[in-house]
């Protein structure tokens, strides 16, 4: 999709992705870096969750929001994932 412009540093960006792959996409996000924000939003775009990342976030401190979204996977079979990222 599309990137949305925010404020003068920040984007939005959004994936649409199977409930089995959302785990795997949000990891794959937060390798990339410089994401500000997640939101993961149902098909009816029902927000399910939504956190914060920080420069320097480490795995470790990250894994209960992972375990979340795992459980979140499980439930759903359509979602989206709405990044917010820094220039």
Same mark, same amino acid.
């Given at each position: 999709m599309p990137k949305k412009k925010t404020k003068n540093s920040e984007?939005?960006?959004t994936f649409k992705v199977?409930?089995?792959d959302l785990l795997?996409?949000?990891k794959e996000i937060i390798r990339e870096g410089n994401v500000r924000r997640l939101i993961i939003q149902d098909k009816n775009q029902k927000t399910l969750i939504e956190f914060p990342l920080t420069v320097g976030v480490v795995i470790g401190v !990250? /894994?209960?929001v992972l375990a979340?979204?795992?459980a !979140? /996977?499980?439930l759903v079979t359509e979602?989206?994932?709405t990044?917010?990222?820094e220039e």
């Open positions: 984007w939005k960006e199977n409930g089995e795997k996409k949000v !990250i /894994a209960p979340a979204i795992g !979140i /996977a499980a979602c989206s994932i990044v917010v990222r």
